[in-house]
């Protein structure tokens, strides 16, 4: 069974332009998290969805958006880049139900760095 | 508001000895726990996953435990190997089910 994808895998952007990042998830999986990484702040929660619904949301300004599309793919979004931006973004998927969400498993990730 | 520590920071032993890394949090309505290991890097590998109902999992030369009433898990690693160098994450599922709190992490070095 195929993990969990993420596209691109590296990613370099200049301040004030907007990103997308890609995720499918393993087959099967209908939640869907994103979780920024940095060095200083090491790895923060972004939101989940499950079913198209977003059922959370981190603490993260609205530049950071997302959706869920019928597949269970995912795409997160994120506007007027700036230098703090630059991280690993990871997305995580889980065999999850309507009361939560089971064994997380992680893609690789995609590194964004903002010039 | 849920927070995460791991203990320590940074490990180095040799090769062949036994290890515990440690891990806390502060609020202990959690779904579950999962340890992870993470390359330099790389994603997230699941290494396990502890539900709050239960006390202890293991696979392979790993055992977790999970004491929920005083917030507390520990990872333990028998007669570590070079190949389990690395940064291990302790990361707890909230009570809804929707969101990991992550630790900052152990980073694990073992030489041979």
Known sequence: KAGVTQTPRYLIKTR???????????????????????PGQGLQFLFEYFSETQRNKGNFPGRFSGRQFSNSRSEMN?????????ALYLCASSLAGRQGAGEQ??????????T | K????QIPAALSVP?????VLNCSFTDSAIYNLQWFRQDPGKGLTSLLLIQSSQREQTSGRLNASLDKSSGRSTLYIAASQPGDSATYLCAVLNQAGTALIFGKGTTLSVSS
């Open chain 1, 16 to 38: 004030g332009q907007q990103v997308t990042l890609s995720c499918s998830p393993i087959s099967g999986h209908r939640s869907v998290s994103w979780y920024q990484q940095t």
């Open chain 1, 78 to 86: 994120v506007s007027t880049l700036e230098l703090g931006d630059s």
């Open chain 1, 105 to 114: 498993y992680f893609g690789p990730g995609t590194r964004l760095t903002v």
């Open chain 2, 2 to 5: 849920q927070e995460v520590t």
């Open chain 2, 15 to 19: 090769e062949g000895e036994n290890l």
